[in-house]
């Protein structure tokens, strides 16, 4: 093992942690304003997130705030896979456009993956809470949000292995 590959995971997990969070708190806000808009209850989907996971028995009260937190634990895991992935394709691909391209159409998978097999068998009623076209966008969002927070920290960590000699 080099040296060099404890620093790259370090920084794998630091920009995935950032890309996931980042992508998650943009689903949070989007699911936030259509409920403003539309009088829907993100509460309701919040709690849902909660039931999906089968964790609503810990904090019955609180589901809707753990509902947040499950949501947030899995979009950092989620943005450590992008950020390993982008990392990866970096070589193939010096430009960051054509990974943008492979964060968005990434996420797209895991909506439908998410929306046409897993919650329909998990937790049928959460597929409900909001319309098909509203958590696609959100998902989205979440891709946008992680592709920049990669671009951003990637070209930080360029710099870093620049002057460590990597």
Not at 23 to 51: P, Q
Not at 53 to 73: E, K, Q, R, S
Not at 108 to 120: H, M, Q, R, Y
């Amino acid at each position: 093992m080099s040296i060099h590959q404890p620093m790259r995971l370090a920084t794998i997990l630091r920009t995935g942690a950032i890309a996931g969070a980042a992508g998650g708190l943009a689903e949070v806000a989007w699911v936030s304003v259509y409920a403003g808009l539309t009088g829907a209850s993100a509460a309701a989907v919040s709690r849902g997130v909660t039931t999906a996971v089968g964790a609503t028995a810990p904090l019955p009260n609180d589901a809707a705030m753990l509902g947040i937190l499950i949501h947030m634990a899995i979009a950092v895991a989620l943005g450590v896979a992008l950020a390993a992935a982008w990392h990866g394709l970096a070589r193939i691909w010096p430009s960051g456009r054509p990974r943008y391209a492979f964060v968005l159409a990434t996420l797209a998978a895991v909506w439908g993956l998410n929306f046409f097999v897993i919650l329909p068998i998990v937790s049928p009623d959460f597929v409900h809470l909001v319309p098909y076209a509203v958590s696609l966008v959100s998902k989205l969002l979440f891709g946008l949000a992680a592709a920049e927070a990669l671009r951003r920290t990637a070209t930080w960590s360029v710099a870093t292995y620049a002057r460590a000699g990597a």
